[in-house]
């Protein structure tokens, strides 16, 4: 089986073709190839066929499409496996079967020889990588926002290899040779001075100067009137050497951009995280641990120590990842990354954002830094090789949106927080943050309220703690709540989150908002999960069984068993072992969500309908 996206999509099996021909399916199938061997995850196939507006039968019509590939594509030759995952799925493809694959390695060997000094041989193998673009990529794909991102960057390192290959060219002296196929190019991509400084080049070199000088006049015009710029310094500087009127053949060709500007110098050591909270309470156990993972990741090994912090919407995991990131900042003399993923969002950050901002931290320049994430990721590790640094990634939705942002260097170390596990990260130690003690919550309190009003009332404060769960988020919005509020007493502070008309809404104060946070999590999940995690708020507390789940969902065991460690894994739903019977318990104040979800998404409509 080969599958072609440089040029429209293909797919052909023993010189069949078995290109999928619906619109949809083609989209999700040229979705799966850009991000061929790594988990799409099903929100990310809602928000590229539906954008901001999904239908209420999303999940069902994907299904369809997955299904309809799976039939009529994939399945029959068995050569490329599309699996489902828990969050997703993952077309599994080697790379020689696919034409982008072998453009990328042909596009290496030929910067490689380039480096090394053959153009030769440079020259011949661009040549052949070009040759696998037939059009432009996945022409006649419908593309929303993410697969119109990736189809720019695949035509953005087409742009980067043929700039290499002309520049091998005219180091062989194929300047003549060269000049249509330049002016065609200027003519294409008129702001793109690097091809305008090339068809300066082989134009002087073969005797037409004055043409060379009009190409510079009219850029230079263009970028004046479009972006209120001059050409860059390299161009001038090609253009006062023609005005110079040196001989040609003393003129060397332009080199790339990044050849012109200085090696990044070693700046300030970054120092990127936010400011440790003054009010961190409790934790011992679990900060001791994770900084004996750190402290041991340095004696030995090989790759940079990797922790995932996980656990539930609010518990803390931001607030513990900073608060040893602070308190470890010695061992790590070359500084501290830090970047929000925000995988909980329905936008997480760009990788191509977070790099650029970690090598400009790290002293390179801004016109150095690649365009691709896989360039800018190689740099980056280049640039960390042998420096000592803290990476944190706060909120990282999968192992792959952090994949590309882990230094190469066993003497860095990375902090993850999720609300997922990670462990398919290779080599990380995932460490589960669980809700605080009675005595630590208690603690928080009176450190945002101050101790006299809460030794006034410690049962109150016990009583406060509990309603809230034990949750540090919820525990700071009650107690910035009463620090806005001196005159109230804990005790009226407790029946209201008791006895209010929601007690969410009572756990809602400026920055804090419980059920917000629960929103990211919920909208995440797919449909029947979301129905699962609504009827089981309907279980009496504390515990319960997969079989007392099978009753009340009416579905098999071995199916709601899988539900139900789906929610485990996302943390809406906490699972221990017991005398070899596994019970599950729903948090408080996450079972009082669900119910709200209940009430609001099944019940309040069909209350409606029957009035």
């Not at 299904?63 to 594509?73: A, C, E, G, N, P």
């Not at 109150?460 to 509990?466: F, H, K, L, S, Y």
């Not at 009827?535 to 065991?557: M, V």
Request: hydrophobic residues 40%.
């Amino acid at each position: 089986m080969v599958f072609r996206i440089l040029g429209p999509l293909s797919v052909t099996h023993e010189d069949r073709d078995i290109t999928p021909s619906a619109p949809k399916v083609r989209q999700v199938l040229a979705f799966l190839l850009v991000r061929r061997n790594q988990v799409v995850q099903v929100s990310e196939f809602v928000d590229e066929l539906w954008g901001d507006n999904p239908p209420d039968s999303a999940m069902t019509t994907l299904q369809t499409y997955i299904y309809k590939l799976r039939k009529d594509v994939l399945d029959p030759t068995g050569m490329a496996r599309l699996h489902t995952q828990s969050c997703g799925y993952l077309l599994d493809v080697n790379d020689d079967d696919i034409d982008v694959c072998h453009f990328e390695r042909l596009a290496q060997q030929g910067r490689l020889e380039r480096e090394r000094g053959d153009a030769q041989r440079a020259s011949e193998l661009l040549t052949e990588a070009l040759a696998l673009w037939r059009a432009p990529a996945l022409l006649g794909v419908n593309a929303g926002e993410i697969l119109s991102a990736h189809m720019t960057r695949l035509e953005e390192n087409k742009l980067r290899v043929l700039g290499m290959r002309i520049e091998a060219d005219m180091q062989l002296g194929r300047y003549e040779e060269l000049i249509s196929e330049l002016k065609e190019l200027v003519r294409s991509y008129p702001l793109h001075e690097r091809f305008h400084a090339n068809l300066m080049t082989a134009l002087d070199r073969s005797g037409r100067r004055y043409e060379a000088f009009e190409v510079y006049r009219r850029l230079r015009e263009l970028l004046i009137d479009e972006l209120g710029l001059e050409p860059s310094p390299a161009v001038q500087r090609l253009h006062r050497s023609l005005l110079n009127a040196e001989p040609a053949e003393s003129r060397p060709a332009p080199r790339p951009a990044a050849s012109t500007e200085r090696t990044p110098a070693r700046t300030a050591p970054p120092a990127q995280l936010p400011p440790d909270v003054p009010d961190f309470i409790g934790r011992e156990e679990v900060v001791r641990r994770v900084r004996a993972v750190l402290a041991a990741g340095q004696e030995h090994g090989t790759a940079p120590a990797a922790i995932s912090i996980c656990g539930m919407t609010g518990v803390g995991k931001t607030t513990l990842a900073l608060h040893v990131g602070h308190l470890e900042r010695a061992r790590y003399p070359h500084g501290q990354l830090f970047a929000d993923l925000r995988g909980s969002s329905r936008n997480p950050t760009s990788q191509l954002d977070v790099l650029a901002g970690f090598l400009r931290a790290l002293g390179v320049p801004e016109q150095q830094i690649p365009p691709t994430v896989e360039e800018r990721s190689s740099l980056y590790r280049t640039w960390t090789n042998g420096r000592r640094l803290l990476v944190v990634l706060d909120d990282a939705a999968s192992a792959s949106q952090i994949a590309p942002l882990v230094p190469a260097t066993p003497e860095s170390a990375v902090l993850v927080t999720s609300r997922w596990g990670l462990q398919v990260l290779p080599g990380v130690q995932v460490t589960k943050l669980d809700v605080v003690t009675t005595g630590e919550a208690v603690a928080l309190l009176r450190a945002m309220i101050g101790a006299p009003r809460v030794d006034a009332e410690p049962e109150e404060a016990e009583r406060i703690a509990d309603r809230c769960g034990h949750l540090p988020l919820a525990l700071r919005c009650v107690g910035a709540r009463l620090a806005a509020a001196p005159t109230w007493s804990l005790r009226k502070m407790a029946t209201l989150i008791e006895s209010g008309p929601a007690a969410l809404d009572q756990l809602r104060f400026a920055e804090f908002d419980v059920r917000t946070n629960y929103d990211q999590t919920y909208y995440r999940l797919e449909p029947h999960d979301r129905s699962a995690l609504r009827l089981l708020s309907l279980l009496p507390p504390p515990h319960f069984t997969a079989a007392t789940a099978a009753n009340l969902l009416g579905s098999a065991a071995d199916a709601v068993e899988t539900q139900l460690s789906r929610l485990v894994a996302c943390n809406l739903l906490d699972a221990r072992a017991d005398e070899g019977v596994v019970r599950y318990q729903l948090h408080r104040l996450i079972r009082l969500y669900a119910r709200e979800r209940l009430n609001h998404e099944f019940i309040e409509p069909r209350l409606g309908s029957n009035v």
